[in-house]
């Protein structure tokens, strides 16, 4: 497994008459750093104060610094660490989009116009979607109770999180997203603040709500509100999952609904795995938790469970995860380290399917998989094919904006998937290239258009995009 690296700026005075900077050099060598940039903040005969950036491992930070400040001559001023330096303040802040110069300015975007606007809006309740921030505007909110490998750290610990999302909202899509960050776990509580804030916004992200309550929060949130509600630790891992699987049979030349896939980790997004996979013509589906395969006609405690129970495992198999890999085309792993074994995979069936997704230490080491397997997957960035929500998320929600969709539903998560796996074209896809890269400009906009679409089909769009009208018209003209 690759090693995770930090990168920290040293502020270090020097004594030149007592130090040498290369002994200092030398001491951060010793603790396995890198030296990658030196900045000389001040000199004088007597000393020199620099800025000095290290690459090194992130446990061998402490002990790095403790022998530094140990040198004679030598002052370490402080540590600064680039990671925190960008968080400074937050991340994100609020732009106005025309600047408010004079009195006519602040009476058009204020009092006493504004008013004409807000009775527009109270007589016709549907014109926020035109006349507010409501048209581009999505609340990003979690309780901070499932932080992707923190775990419960809290409202305040989870904002970073949100922030960065919001970020990627924006840069990615042009979406105006709002992180949010609930002092509450009660079910009844979370879904009662959401339901008074969302008219503010044109759709909700979920994120980071620990499981079994995140499914309740959804479904429930789903059912009362009136734009789309979704929580992309389910879903979003579930599209791109999909997408790369898609993209990893078209490599191997086998087909959907002839392959025997196993899943492990039924959690909310193995559950919502399985949904996609049986929605994109998956048949025989086996899924593995603690407990061992699941297998209808046993009454688990997790309702979930139970209902996974009822739609997978048509063979009525039992036993252990090595028991489910045996002649099994793909593995997907939502769970925790190094539950695969190479013998395991060895029993699978020709050109096995490995999607290693748990953070930061897959099922299966990719290193060890690799020569096993056709095609290896992971959650991380450190290794090809990372299965990342960041794929989907933008570019579900800028089509459901656009169509001010009144929900998600199973179509356009289905959509998003194909959208994301066409990205990658016959002459792109390799073993080490089933998914595209998050920077790919084509992979917003392929999303954003088959969303739409499917909304449109579907019946959840309350607008057409003009462009869409015009698609319409001339498929309707053909097929007279």
Sequence with gaps: MKSSSNSIILRIELDQKVTTFG?????VSLAGGDIVAIDVIRSDKQSTTRDITVNLGEQAVGLMTDKIRLLPGVVLHHISDPIFLVHLGGKIEIQPKIPVKNRDDLSKVYTPGVARVCMAIHEEPHKAFTLTIKRNTVAVISDGTAVLGLGDIGPEAAMPVMEGKAMLFKQLAGVDAVPICLDTKDTEDIIRTIKNIAPAFGGINLEDISSPRCFEIESRLKEELDIPVFHDDQHGTAVVVLAGIINALRLTKKRMEDIRIVVVGIGAAGVSIIKMLLGAGAIDIVAVDRQGILTRGISYDNSLWDWVALHTNPEGLTGSLSDALIGADVFIGVSGPNVLKVEDVCRMASDPIVFAMANPTPEIDPEV??????????????????????????????????????????????????????????????????????????????????????????GVARRIPPEFKVSKQLSQISTN
């Excluded at 002994?23 to 001491?27: D, G, I, L, T, Y």
């Design 23 to 27: 002994e200092m050099a030398n001491v």
């Design 369 to 458: 998989a690799g020569p096993h397997v056709r095609v290896i997957a992971t959650g991380r960035s450190d290794f090809p094919n990372q299965i990342n929500n960041v794929l989907c998320f933008p570019g579900i929600f800028r089509g459901a904006l656009d169509c001010r969709a009144s929900e998600i539903n199973e179509e356009m998560k289905l959509a998003a998937s194909r959208a994301i796996a066409l990205t990658v074209s016959d002459e792109e896809l390799n073993e080490q290239y089933i998914i595209p890269s998050i920077f790919n400009e084509k992979v917003v906009q392929e999303i954003r258009d088959q969303v739409i679409w499917a909304a449109i089909q579907s």
